[in-house]
């Protein structure tokens, strides 16, 4: 099935520039909303954003699109993307709308669209899309007196903000804690640093500037130096680290050091295991998740099921086999017993959860394994693909023969940028990174 719009994850690409411009914008709002416009109810479409520049653009666009087909828009200003999939399904909405292009730079944006239970739609549902927008407008357009209205919802941070508390267990207080919070400059930077205050931490907010052109940047979960930085010269408990719309978290420790995705779903995993509470007998993972997040989970008598990298493949598993926790390395994790996708600041507050309850540091509870060594690098070309040069294929095909069944290599292009990405890990330090940088050197030598 060929897309022309739709990519891994929505439609996505660099603003005033072919597919996020505010033209497809209108026909993405006009055709989405047609496609959802079922029965005689007045159809609800909820419309999230981050602080990019190019927001205001393509919201407005949005809504003249999805008002033109009879649908209201519920606006609910810079909100996380969690946060617009719990407020489609909590307002009765039959289509919620993200405009974000997640952890790249303010120069891009993008458009992500969820059905009305919360999930992102499904390629079927955005192949249908295409064919509308395809389609003239006049065939799509509402009566005069069917028109949508627009107004803003000025209750949506609050409404997302008890939910968030509500994940905790009972009597889950952070009174004492000292959190150093990074919002990236993106969509959570009022969110974020409230509901850690409400729950009685004393609360350090950075990145809460945002000024449309600093989303993501040299701050966040990309960018994690600066908050690692803080964090020690506050002398902070924890740092969490978002991304501009805030799926995606990176805790800091008492020290200023990393912890990732995969550490970070250890953590929960065990903790929900303890209460009884983890279902379909351990986690799904991405094949970037760390060989040793696998050992470890197998030493506890847990599963780690992997699927091709993306948040939806995650989810998709989640749904088929009754798995609750899942997610990616990157910090994208999945509580689907609260989220339809993932919520980087419920993973906080459940990470939070369990240092309050340990009375142990956060580098001692959030270093569940040793991770096997592993290398990954980016490879980024300006046309054609690397991956079909036959010197790239042969290289590769040397790097698995040497690796064997000691390690692993994972080669793909990205899916929201013309990027490979080329990881293994091992055993063997030395061995892997002479094997990802000889690949590394055949794919420039492609893309030259």
Same mark, same amino acid.
């Given at each position: =099935?060929?897309?022309?719009f739709?990519? /891994? ?10 597919p ?10 006009m ?10 109810h007045?159809?609800?479409v909820?419309?999230?954003?981050d602080?990019r ?8 666009a949005?809504v003249s699109?999805f /008002?033109?087909v009879?649908?209201d ?5 810079? =909100?996380?993307?969690p946060a ?5 399904r909590?307002?009765?909405a039959?289509?919620?709308v993200?405009i ?6 303010y120069?891009?944006?993008?458009i992500?669209?969820?059905?009305p ?10 192949h249908?899309i ?9 065939t799509l357009?509402?009566k005069p007196?069917?028109i949508?209205?627009?107004k803003?919802i000025d209750?949506?941070q609050?409404?997302y903000i008890e939910?968030a508390?509500r994940?905790?267990?009972r009597?889950?207080r952070f ?6 919070v990074d919002c990236?400059n993106?969509s959570?930077?009022?969110? @974020?640093p409230a509901a850690l ?7 350090i ?9 600093n ?8 960018s994690?130096?600066?908050?690692c ?5 506050v ?11 805030a ?5 800091i ?11 970070l =779903? ?12 983890l279902a379909?007998?351990?986690?799904? @993972?991405?094949?970037m ?11 506890l008598g847990l ?16 749904r088929k ?8 390395q990157s910090?994208?994790i ?5 989220s /339809?996708?993932g919520?980087?600041l419920?993973?906080?507050l459940?990470?939070? @959860?369990?240092?309050t309850?340990?009375?142990k540091?956060?580098?001692?509870v959030?270093n569940?394994?040793e991770p ?8 980024r070309?300006k046309?054609?693909?690397?991956l079909d040069?036959q010197?790239v294929?042969?290289v590769?095909d ?17 899916? /929201? ?5 080329v990881m293994?890990e091992g055993?063997d330090a030395?061995?892997?990174g002479k094997v990802?940088?000889?690949i590394?050197?055949a794919l420039?030598?492609a893309?030259?």
């Amino acid at each position: =099935m060929t897309r022309k719009f739709f990519g /891994t994850d929505g439609i996505r690409g660099t603003a005033n520039a072919s597919p996020m411009t505010s033209e497809i914008a209108l026909k993405v709002g006009m055709a989405a909303g047609k496609l959802f416009t079922n029965g005689d109810h007045r159809h609800r479409v909820v419309i999230g954003k981050d602080t990019r520049l190019s927001g205001y653009m393509i919201e407005s666009a949005l809504v003249s699109g999805f /008002t033109a087909v009879g649908m209201d828009v519920f606006q609910l200003g810079p =909100m996380p993307t969690p946060a617009v999939a719990m407020l489609t399904r909590s307002l009765r909405a039959d289509l919620g709308v993200m405009i974000s292009a997640s952890h790249n730079p303010y120069e891009d944006n993008g458009i992500k669209l969820f059905g009305p239970d919360g999930y992102k739609l499904s390629d079927e549902t955005e192949h249908e899309i295409e064919g509308l927008i395809e389609q003239s407008s006049d065939t799509l357009l509402a009566k005069p007196d069917d028109i949508g209205r627009a107004k803003r919802i000025d209750s949506a941070q609050e409404r997302y903000i008890e939910f968030a508390k509500r994940t905790l267990p009972r009597n889950i207080r952070f009174d004492g804690l000292r959190v150093v919070v990074d919002c990236a400059n993106g969509s959570a930077y009022q969110v @974020a640093p409230a509901a850690l205050w409400e729950l009685g931490a004393e609360v350090i907010s950075v990145g809460v500037e945002p000024n449309g052109f600093n989303i993501n940047k040299d701050c966040g979960s990309t960018s994690p130096a600066a908050l690692c930085k803080k964090v020690r010269e506050v002398r902070a408990d924890i740092g969490i680290a978002l991304d501009g719309d805030a799926d995606r978290v990176l805790i800091i420790d008492e020290k200023g050091q990393v912890i990732d995705g995969d550490q970070l =779903m250890a953590v929960v995993a065990q903790s929900w295991k303890n209460r009884g509470r983890l279902a379909g007998g351990g986690i799904v @993972a991405t094949v970037m998740s760390n060989l040793g997040l696998e050992r470890h989970l197998e030493s506890l008598g847990l599963s780690l099921a992997r699927t091709p990298v993306g948040d939806r493949y995650v989810v998709e598993h989640m749904r088929k086999h009754g798995f609750n926790v899942g997610g990616e390395q990157s910090g994208h994790i999945v509580l689907s017993d609260y989220s /339809t996708t993932g919520d980087g600041l419920v993973t906080a507050l459940q990470v939070l @959860a369990v240092v309050t309850e340990s009375g142990k540091p956060v580098s001692e509870v959030c270093n569940q394994f040793e991770p096997m060594p592993q290398v990954l690098k980016n490879v980024r070309f300006k046309k054609g693909q690397p991956l079909d040069d036959q010197k790239v294929i042969q290289v590769i095909d040397e790097g698995k023969g040497r690796l064997g069944k000691a390690g692993r290599l994972v080669i793909r292009p990205s899916g /929201t940028e013309p990027v490979i990405r080329v990881m293994a890990e091992g055993d063997d330090a030395k061995l892997i990174g002479k094997v990802v940088n000889d690949i590394v050197d055949a794919l420039k030598g492609a893309a030259a």
